[in-house]
C-alpha cells in the first residue's frame, strides 16, 4: 500500500515500549515499506529486527545523561531524507504523542511541504499497567489519569503542579522520572498524598530485563535507587497500581499467584 507512503514523505511511527509484539500492524507495515528509518534510542531491539535489509538504519537516540543529536540536528536529517526522495519512517518508543516532540519534527518537516502523519503506538504507561496487572483508571478509586514528565533538567526543581499531581482520586505516572524521584515523593507528600499511597516503579516495560517494583510514596525514593540510569523507567502513583491484596506481594510473584489462584479456581 504505497499509497499512503509516497517517496519523499515521512511517518512518525509509535514503536510501543520494546516487544515488537506491541507493535500495531500499521507501524509494522510502514517499517517494512520504508527506504530510510530514523529511530530513537528507547525503540526495541526486536522492532530494529523488523526493518528490511538493505534499508538505512540512523540512531538519532535521545538518552538521559548520554551524547545524542539535539532536536534541531534530527529536524534537519528528517527534512534532507525527504527531499532527496527517500520514503522515511521515524520511529519513536511508546505513542510518538506522548513526551515524543512529534509536534517540533512535523512543523519542520510541514514547513517544507513534506507530507508528514503519525502512526501511534503503546505508550509505556499502558504497557506497564498491561504487565502488572493493573488499570491506570479504577471505579470509585481513580477516576481520573494525568501523564506528567518528570525530566530534571540538572539540579532546578521540577517545575511542575504539585496540587493538581496530589489528586487523590486520580493515578499520576511520571515518564523520565526515575532521576527524580526524591523530588516526587517529597513534593506529593507536602501537598497532600498519604505517604501510604501506593507506588510502582516499573523499567524495561516489555522487554527481558523488565522490573515491576510495588512500593509506596515515602518509600520511592528507595524503590527507584534499585534502578540503573539508563533502565528507562515510570513511576505509577496512585490507589490504582497498588497489587490487590488478592494477588499477594511483589508484581511478579503477585500476578503469577494471582493466575494460579485463578487457574485453581476454574479447575475446581
Ligand atoms: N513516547 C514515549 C515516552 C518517551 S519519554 C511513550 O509513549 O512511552 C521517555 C520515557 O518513557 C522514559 O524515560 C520512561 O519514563 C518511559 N519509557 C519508555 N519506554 C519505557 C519502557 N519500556 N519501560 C519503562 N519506561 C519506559
Redesign the pocket.
Known amino acids: 500500500m504505497v499509497e499512503d507512503f509516497p517517496a519523499g514523505s515521512v511517518w512518525l511511527v509509535?514503536a510501543g515500549?520494546?516487544d515488537p509484539e506491541l507493535l500495531t500492524r500499521k507501524a509494522e507495515r510502514l517499517i517494512g515499506a520504508a527506504s530510510m528509518v530514523f529511530y530513537d534510542a528507547?525503540v526495541?531491539h526486536g522492532v530494529l529486527d523488523l526493518i528490511p535489509p538493505g534499508v538505512r538504519r540512523v540512531p538519532v537516540g535521545k538518552r538521559?545523561g548520554r551524547h545524542s543529536k539535539d532536536q534541531a540536528s534530527i529536524n534537519d536529517l528528517l527534512v534532507a531524507a525527504a527531499l532527496a526522495g527517500e520514503r522515511v519512517v521515524r520511529l519513536?518508543?511508546?505513542?510518538?504523542?506522548?513526551?515524543?516532540r512529534s509536534m517540533e519534527e512535523m512543523a519542520a518537516l510541514a514547513a517544507r511541504g513534506i507530507g508528514v502523519r503519525i502512526c501511534p503506538?503503546?505508550?509505556?504507561?499502558s504497557?506497564?499497567a498491561a504487565s502488572a496487572g493493573v488499570s491506570l483508571s479504577l471505579r470509585g478509586l481513580a477516576r481520573r489519569v494525568q501523564f506528567a514528565?518528570a525530566?530534571k533538567r540538572g539540579d532546578a526543581p521540577l517545575d511542575l503542579d504539585w496540587t493538581a499531581l496530589a489528586d487523590p482520586a486520580c493515578t499520576t505516572i511520571?515518564?523520565?522520572?526515575?532521576g527524580a524521584a526524591d523530588e516526587i515523593s517529597r513534593r506529593l507528600i507536602a501537598a497532600g498524598l498519604p505517604g501510604s499511597t501506593p507506588v510502582l516503579v516499573?523499567?524495561?516495560?516489555?522487554?527481558p530485563a523488565?522490573r515491576l517494583l510495588h512500593s509506596r510514596l515515602d518509600l520511592l525514593p528507595l524503590a527507584a535507587r534499585a534502578i540503573t540510569e539508563d533502565?528507562?523507567?515510570?513511576i505509577l502513583v496512585g490507589a490504582a497500581v497498588a497489587p490487590p491484596p488478592a494477588r499477594g506481594g511483589g508484581a511478579r510473584t503477585g500476578t503469577l499467584g494471582f493466575r494460579e489462584a485463578l487457574l485453581r479456581e476454574a479447575g475446581r
Open positions: 509509535g515500549p520494546g528507547l526495541g538521559a519513536k518508543g511508546g505513542d510518538p504523542s506522548i513526551f515524543g503506538g503503546i505508550t509505556a504507561a504497557a506497564a514528565t525530566h511520571f515518564y523520565m522520572g526515575r516499573a523499567s524495561d516495560i516489555s522487554l523488565e533502565q528507562p523507567t515510570l
